[in-house]
C-alpha cells in the first residue's frame, strides 16, 4: 500500500513540476490524481480494493520542493476517507513523505493508515521506512 501510494504522488509531482517555469518558480502548481489498488483491510483482515484521491500543489525551487496534498478515498467494503493529508519535501539532500488517514464504515468501524519515508532523492535508496495500518474501532 505504501509504495503503490509514494509511487502515484511522486509522478504527480513530476508532473506538475514540468509544467511549472522558471519564470513562475514562486508560484505553487496545483495537481490532481488518483490510485488504486489491492491492501489488506486491518478491521476485516480480508483484501480490499482501494481507491485514494490526491489534490495537492506543489511549490518548487529548482530540483527542491513543498508539497502539501489532500486525500480523499473509498474501499470496495464501505470505508471512505474524507480530509487525509500528505506532505512531501525535497530539500536536495533527502525527500521526504509523510501521510496520516483516517478511514472510517458506516457501521462504526475505523482505521489509520500513517506512512513516513526518507529517501536520497537521486538513488531513491530508502533512510526510514515507517508503515502502520491498525484498526481503531470494529
Same mark, same amino acid.
Given at each position: 500500500? *505504501?509504495?503503490?501510494?509514494?509511487?502515484?504522488?511522486? !509522478?504527480? !509531482? %513530476? !508532473?506538475?513540476? &514540468?509544467?511549472?517555469?522558471?519564470?513562475?518558480?514562486?508560484?505553487? #502548481?496545483?495537481?490532481?490524481? &488518483?490510485?488504486?489498488? @489491492?491492501?489488506?483491510?486491518? +478491521?476485516? $483482515? !480480508?483484501?480490499?480494493? @482501494? #481507491?485514494?484521491?490526491?489534490?495537492?500543489?506543489?511549490?518548487?525551487?529548482?530540483?527542491?520542493?513543498?508539497?502539501? @496534498? &489532500? *486525500?480523499?478515498?473509498?474501499?470496495?467494503?464501505?470505508?471512505?476517507?474524507?480530509?487525509?493529508?500528505?506532505?512531501?519535501?525535497?530539500?536536495?539532500?533527502? =525527500?521526504?513523505?509523510?501521510?496520516?488517514? *483516517?478511514?472510517?464504515?458506516?457501521?462504526?468501524? @475505523?482505521?489509520?493508515?500513517? $506512512?513516513?519515508?526518507?529517501?536520497?532523492?537521486?538513488?531513491? =535508496?530508502?533512510?526510514?521506512?515507517?508503515?502502520?495500518?491498525? +484498526? %481503531?474501532?470494529?
Amino acid at each position: 500500500m *505504501r509504495r503503490a501510494l509514494f509511487v502515484t504522488t511522486a !509522478l504527480g !509531482l %513530476l !508532473l506538475a513540476g &514540468s509544467t511549472a517555469s522558471p519564470v513562475a518558480a514562486d508560484d505553487p #502548481t496545483a495537481f490532481t490524481d &488518483s490510485d488504486t489498488f @489491492i491492501d489488506t483491510n486491518p +478491521c476485516s $483482515g !480480508l483484501p480490499d480494493r @482501494i #481507491t485514494v484521491h490526491f489534490a495537492g500543489q506543489v511549490h518548487q525551487h529548482g530540483d527542491r520542493f513543498v508539497a502539501h @496534498i &489532500s *486525500r480523499t478515498g473509498t474501499t470496495d467494503s464501505g470505508y471512505v476517507m474524507d480530509h487525509g493529508v500528505q506532505h512531501r519535501q525535497n530539500n536536495g539532500q533527502v =525527500e521526504t513523505v509523510q501521510f496520516n488517514d *483516517r478511514w472510517r464504515h458506516a457501521d462504526g468501524s @475505523i482505521f489509520v493508515v500513517r $506512512g513516513l519515508a526518507v529517501f536520497d532523492p537521486d538513488t531513491w =535508496e530508502p533512510q526510514v521506512d515507517r508503515f502502520t495500518s491498525r +484498526c %481503531l474501532r470494529t
